[in-house]
């Protein structure tokens, strides 16, 4: 299983972004994808997660109302809809699977993309 995150960017405090998760090597629905997100010299933290089917999304306080998850099982993509940006969501984005059921852990990962926001 492969997962290649991309669509950030530099954007200025307020804009809008979309993040890509592109998974290939297994059947996508097979696995739940979470986000992440890692800003220097902080620890990884967690943004968001979608279930297998994309009935049920998670997200963390710090971007509920914002941020929104999706994915297209056809296109073997997750998605990352991020509005009104703050410079604190500046970071590393990256995209996990986790296999479903069972999984107990998110075992592959994507390789990130840089989101900056300016203010």
């Known amino acids: 299983v492969q997962l290649q995150a991309s669509g950030g960017g530099l954007v200025q405090a307020g804009a809008s972004l979309r993040l890509s998760c592109a998974f290939s090597?297994?059947?996508?629905?097979?696995?739940?994808v979470g986000w992440f997100r890692q800003a220097p010299g902080k620890e990884r933290e967690y943004v968001a997660a979608i279930n297998w089917s994309g009935g049920r999304t998670t997200y963390a306080d710090s971007v509920k109302g914002r941020f929104t998850t999706s994915r297209d099982n056809a296109k073997n993509t997750a998605y990352l809809q991020m509005n009104r940006l703050k410079p604190e969501d500046t970071a590393v984005y990256y995209c996990?699977?986790?296999?479903?059921?069972?999984?107990?852990?998110?075992?592959?990962w994507g390789q990130g993309t840089q989101v900056t926001v300016s203010s």
């Open positions: 090597g297994g059947t996508f629905s097979d696995y739940g």
């Open positions: 996990a699977a986790i296999r479903v059921p069972g999984g107990k852990q998110y075992g592959y």
